[in-house]
């Protein structure tokens, strides 16, 4: 079993960033892919970004070229550097590791992103 845990959300206003962080334990999740992905309230859970063992990474039209995925092995964590945040940013952000056949098989409980106007 995965057990992940996000941190780092929290209410900064537009233009702003945060970097958050998915800590992994109960086994190395180097070997996963992982990925993040919101939930707006009265909306569904959209993907954000993926990123492959080898470090490939893939993000959704709304966040290219502002947010970044990355992975630190020897911490089996994996972070998203959000920078240039809007207000329709704003959304619980979730961790997801081990996607296989088009789904995450572990998820965290979340972190509230809130980005002011």
């Known amino acids: 079993q995965v057990q992940l845990v996000e941190s780092g959300g929290g209410l900064v206003q537009a233009g702003g960033s945060l970097r958050l962080s998915c800590a992994a334990s109960?086994?190395?999740?180097?070997?996963?892919?992982m990925g993040w992905f919101r939930q707006a309230p009265g909306k569904e859970r959209d993907f954000v970004a993926r990123i492959w063992s080898g470090g490939l990474t893939y993000y959704a039209d709304s966040v290219k070229g502002r947010f970044t995925i990355s992975r630190d092995n020897a911490k089996n964590t994996v972070y998203l550097q959000m920078n240039s945040l809007k207000p329709e940013d704003t959304a619980v952000y979730y961790c997801?590791?081990?996607?296989?056949?088009?789904?995450?098989?572990?998820w965290g409980q979340g972190t509230q992103v809130t980005v002011s106007s």
């Open positions: 997801g590791a081990d996607y296989t056949a088009g789904s995450y098989k572990y």
């Open positions: 109960g086994r190395t999740v180097s070997r996963y892919a």
